[in-house]
C-alpha cells in the first residue's frame, strides 16, 4: 500500500496585515475606544465585511453582527502589548524620564515671568503640546523615536506620577 503524496503549496510571504506584531481592533468612532464588542470573530467579521468577501469560510462568521457593528465602529491595526520582554507602558516610563528635563527647560522658557510654575499647570501644557502634531515637542519626541510615549496619550495625572518618580 502506497502513501498518497500531499500537493506541494509553496511557503507565501505573509501579508502585511498579518504581522505578527499587530493585531486588528474595533475601535469606537466617537470615542475612539476599543468597542465594548471587540472580539476576535467580529473583527474577522467585520475584515470579511469590509473586503466585500462573502464566500467560503466567510459565510460562516457573523457577518450581520458586524454590519451593526462598522457603522459606528472602524477597524483599527493596534501593536500588541508586551512584545520584545519590553512593554510598551515601561518604554513610555523611560522615554518619559529622559524627556522631562527638556520639557522643563521649554515650559520655563514660554512660562510668562509674572506666573509661579506648577507642577498640574505643567503636567497639562506637556499633555496638549504632545497632542499638537506641529509643536516643537511632538516634532522632538517624532525624531527621538518616542513612538510610545506619543501612541500612548497619557493623561495629566500620569504626567504627575512620573515626576514624583524622579523626585524621590
Not at 506648577?118 to 502634531?133: H, I, Q, Y
Amino acid at each position: 500500500m502506497t502513501k498518497k503524496k500531499t500537493p506541494y503549496h509553496p511557503v507565501q510571504k505573509v501579508p502585511s496585515y498579518l504581522k505578527k506584531d499587530q493585531h486588528w481592533v474595533l475601535v469606537n468612532k466617537r470615542t475612539e475606544k476599543v468597542s465594548s464588542s471587540n472580539n476576535w470573530l467580529n473583527v474577522l467579521a467585520a475584515t470579511s465585511v469590509e473586503n466585500n468577501d462573502y464566500s467560503g469560510i466567510a459565510t460562516l462568521l457573523p457577518q450581520a453582527k458586524a454590519q451593526k457593528l462598522l457603522p459606528n465602529n472602524r477597524l483599527v491595526k493596534k501593536k500588541q502589548r508586551g512584545l520584545n520582554n519590553k512593554l510598551s507602558a515601561e518604554k513610555s516610563r523611560e522615554q518619559a524620564k529622559l524627556m522631562i528635563p527638556m520639557l522643563a527647560d521649554i515650559y520655563g522658557q514660554k512660562l510668562p515671568s509674572h506666573k509661579q510654575p506648577r507642577r498640574n499647570d505643567f503636567c497639562e501644557w506637556v499633555v496638549t503640546t504632545l497632542k499638537d502634531e506641529y509643536s516643537i515637542v511632538r516634532k522632538y519626541a517624532d525624531n527621538q523615536g518616542y513612538d510610545e510615549l506619543i501612541d500612548a496619550k497619557r493623561n495629566v495625572r500620569w504626567w504627575l506620577d512620573q515626576l514624583n518618580k524622579m523626585q524621590s
